[in-house]
C-alpha cells in the first residue's frame, strides 16, 4: 500500500503547514484543545471526498464534485428566537467572536463508518452566551442553507429541505460542541459544510448540520431531518452507542476510514467523560 503524505510527513513539518495555511486563512491564531484526541488524523483526501451532504447528492464522492456551487460568500447566520440579544451574524463576525482552536475530534456516521478530523472552531456556548437565551429557552434548533439552484441534485435526496437538526440548550452548551469554520489547518471545504457548521462528536454524524443558515431557541423539542423522515430507525438524541442497534444493522463496531479491520465502536463515541452526565436519568433505548 502507498504511503499517504500524513504518513511520511514529519509531524512538526505538517503542523507547521497548517499553522501557515491557518494565518493565510484569515485564522490564526490557533490554539490546541485539551478536547483533541491524539489518534492519526484521517487523510485530507478521505475526509473531503467521502461525505454525505445530501445537497449535493446521496452518494458520497458526489458532495466533493457537486458542491462548488454553492455560495459562501456573503453569507450570514440568523440567531433567534428566545433570546434577549437576537444577532445576525456575518462569517467574519463569527470567526471572531471567540479564539479559534484546533480539536482534533473522532467522528462515527451512523452508517458504520469513522474518521478523525481536525477541525477548526470554538465552542457553541461562545456563541449562545452573547445572545442570552431566556428561562424560557430549552432546545436549540439549526437549519441549513437551502438553494435549489445552488443545490439541484437535493431534488433527488429523498428528504426534505432545509436540513434541520437539533440539540437540547444544555448538550448546545456543553464545550465538546463545536461551532466549526475549518479543517486540516484551513478554512471549511464546500463539501464539509462551508462557511460554518455544527461539529456534536459523541452522536452520530448527522447531527453535525452543515452550512448553517440559521440558530433558534425555543421551548420545545425541535423537528429533526432524519426522525422527520424516518422516526422508526433515527431519534432526536442520536448518542453513539454501541449496545443499540440500528433497526437494520449492528452499530456495535465501525470501519475507520483508511483501516481494513473493524474497530469496536465506545458509548458516546469515546466521549463519555464529558457527556455521560447530560443523559442520567434517561432511557437511552428509548430515547435513542
Ligand atoms: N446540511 C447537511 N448537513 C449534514 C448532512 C447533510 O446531508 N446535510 N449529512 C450529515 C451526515 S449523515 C454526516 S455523517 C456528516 C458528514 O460530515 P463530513 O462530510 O464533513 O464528514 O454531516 C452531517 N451534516
Ligand atoms: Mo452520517
Not at 452522536?203 to 431531518?225: D, H, L, W
Not at 426522525?227 to 465501525?254: I, T
Request: aromatic share 12%; proline share 8%.
Amino acid at each position: 500500500m502507498p504511503l499517504r503524505y500524513s504518513q511520511v510527513t514529519p509531524r512538526e513539518v505538517y503542523l507547521n503547514r497548517r499553522r501557515f495555511l491557518a494565518s493565510a486563512a484569515g485564522l490564526a491564531p490557533l490554539g490546541k484543545s485539551p478536547f483533541s484526541t491524539s489518534e492519526q488524523p484521517t487523510p485530507l483526501k478521505d475526509v473531503t471526498t467521502y461525505n454525505n451532504f445530501y445537497e449535493f447528492g446521496t452518494d458520497k464522492s458526489q458532495p466533493a464534485q457537486l458542491a462548488h456551487t454553492l455560495v459562501t460568500s456573503p453569507w450570514s447566520v440568523r440567531v433567534e428566537g428566545l433570546v434577549a440579544k437576537p444577532r445576525v451574524l456575518d462569517v467574519d463576525e463569527i470567526r471572531k467572536l471567540a479564539p479559534l482552536e484546533e480539536r482534533i475530534y473522532r467522528m462515527r456516521c451512523v452508517e458504520g463508518w469513522s474518521m478523525v478530523i481536525p477541525w477548526i472552531g470554538f465552542s457553541l456556548g461562545e456563541l449562545i452566551k452573547r445572545v442570552e437565551p431566556l428561562g424560557k429557552a430549552r432546545y436549540v434548533a439549526f437549519e441549513s442553507f437551502y438553494n435549489s439552484k445552488q443545490m439541484p441534485a437535493a431534488r433527488w435526496a429523498g428528504i426534505d429541505f432545509p436540513y434541520v437538526e437539533g440539540l437540547r440548550l444544555d448538550e448546545a452548551l456543553n464545550p465538546l460542541t463545536l461551532l466549526c469554520v475549518g479543517l486540516y489547518g484551513d478554512l471549511l471545504p464546500k463539501q464539509n459544510g462551508a462557511p460554518v457548521r455544527l461539529v456534536v462528536p459523541w452522536k452520530y454524524g448527522f447531527k453535525s448540520i452543515k452550512s448553517i443558515a440559521r440558530i433558534r431557541f425555543v421551548e420545545k423539542q425541535p423537528p429533526t431531518t432524519w426522525s422527520l423522515s424516518n422516526p422508526r430507525e433515527y431519534g432526536f438524541y442520536s448518542n453513539v452507542n454501541p449496545a443499540v442497534d440500528h433497526p437494520r444493522w449492528s452499530q456495535a463496531k465501525e470501519r475507520r476510514i483508511g483501516e481494513f479491520f473493524k474497530r469496536d465502536t465506545l458509548p458516546f463515541n469515546g466521549y463519555g467523560g464529558h457527556v455521560s452526565a447530560l443523559y442520567s436519568g434517561l432511557d437511552l433505548r428509548k430515547y435513542y
